[in-house]
């Protein structure tokens, strides 16, 4: 079994369309995160959710917006996308903060 | 803020020869632990290693092993016997009991040569 998913692999969208990136993890983890990989392979973090809760939100555009209705889910949905928005975005989790991050194998979102 | 540097975009070895990848950070914490992933072309990441900042001892997993240099703010990564399946990007990272946050640095591309 993966022990965190995310859905799609890969996504094509046009500029200005909305769209959603579903993440699950089966491992029990409390905090799940959405990191962004840009074209020059820096990760940078997004946010973390920590028992439903946002902990952290890093000054990333309020288009970008996480949601989780449940522990074992963390979906990150995009609003108007931008050509810049291209990246490969990864969801994670971990037990606890100073454990190891699990990571799902990323979705390639590319904006035309 | 926390921040972590790896000053080595690029690095290649030979097959079975040994390399070292280097790491800085710098932070006011006392509290926290560093690690070391490896991103292969198959784009998925996988720990590689995990220290914690309280320990002297340096951590080694097989035939990866850290430099730990606490005040010096240090933190390599030796691979010996360098095989062709770690051709992968490493990405250094650091999180402190503070910001609960994972921070990677830009990480180095290593290619390991036949």
């Known amino acids: 079994d993966t022990a965190v998913s995310q859905t799609p692999k890969y996504l094509v969208t046009q500029m200005g369309n909305d769209k959603s990136i579903k993440c699950e993890q089966n491992?029990?983890?409390?905090?799940m995160y959405w990191y962004k990989q840009d074209s020059k392979k820096f990760l940078k973090i997004m946010f973390s959710?920590?028992?439903?809760?946002?902990?952290i939100n890093e000054t990333v555009p309020n288009r970008f917006s996480p949601k989780s209705p449940d522990k074992a889910h963390l979906n990150l949905h995009i609003n108007s996308l931008e050509l810049g928005d291209s990246a490969v975005y990864f969801c994670a989790s971990s037990q606890d903060w100073d454990e190891k991050l699990f990571f799902g194998s990323g979705t390639q979102l590319s904006v035309l | 803020a926390q921040t972590v540097t790896q000053s080595q975009p690029e690095m290649s070895v030979q097959e079975a020869e040994t390399v070292t990848l280097s790491c800085t950070y710098d932070t006011s914490e006392n509290n926290y632990y560093l690690f070391w992933y490896k991103q292969p072309p198959s784009r998925q990441m996988i720990l590689v290693i995990r220290q914690e900042a309280y320990k002297q001892q340096n951590a080694t997993e097989n035939r990866f092993s850290v430099n730990f240099q606490k005040a010096a703010k240090s933190f390599s990564l030796k691979i010996s016997d360098s095989q062709l399946g770690d051709t992968a990007m490493y990405f250094c990272a650091f999180v402190d009991h503070n910001n609960n946050d994972m921070r990677f640095g830009a990480g180095t591309r290593l290619t390991v040569k036949p």
């Open positions: 959710y920590n028992n439903k809760e946002l902990i």
């Open positions: 491992l029990g983890h409390d905090t």
